[in-house]
Nanobody
Framework: QLQLVQSGGGLAQPGGSLTLSCAAS????????LGWFRQVPGKDREGVAC????????YYADSVKGRFTISRDSAKNTVYLQMHSLKPEDTANYSC??????????????????????WGRGTQVTVLS
């Protein structure tokens, strides 16, 4: 059983940077599709960055392209979301996700209403306005 433990997040100034971490235990992430979702109360969740661990292929939502980077450290069995040039509209609760079968493009582009295998508990990111 995979467990995902998130860390990072918090407050940031506009234009600032934050890094979120999602450490996995119970299984290696090498065979998973990995992603970061965010959600604001009253809105659908949004897949912002997704990757297939075995190929390191990535997909980004247009809203974060060029500013956010998803990556993983196989030795630490951890996936990261580096967020730069933060904007107030990036304020949301961010969750990491892992799924054995979902294509990474589908996870992000179509994942608002899909179920995935494993979720982190979420961490709040607030960009001051």
């Amino acid at each position: 059983q995979l467990q995902l433990v998130q860390s990072g997040g918090g407050l940031a100034q506009p234009g600032g940077s934050l890094t979120l971490s999602c450490a996995a235990s119970g299984s290696t992430l090498d065979d998973f599709t990995l992603g970061w979702f965010r959600q604001v109360p009253g809105k659908d969740r949004e897949g912002v960055a997704c990757m297939r661990a075995s190929s390191d292929s990535t997909y980004y939502a247009d809203s974060v392209k060029g500013r956010f980077t998803i990556s993983r450290d196989s030795a630490k069995n951890t996936v990261y979301l580096q967020m730069h040039s933060l904007k107030p509209e990036d304020t949301a609760n961010y969750s990491c996700v892992a799924d054995r079968w979902a294509p990474f493009q589908v996870m992000c582009a179509k994942g608002a209403n899909l179920g995935f295998d494993y979720w982190g508990r979420g961490t709040q990111v607030t960009v001051l306005s």
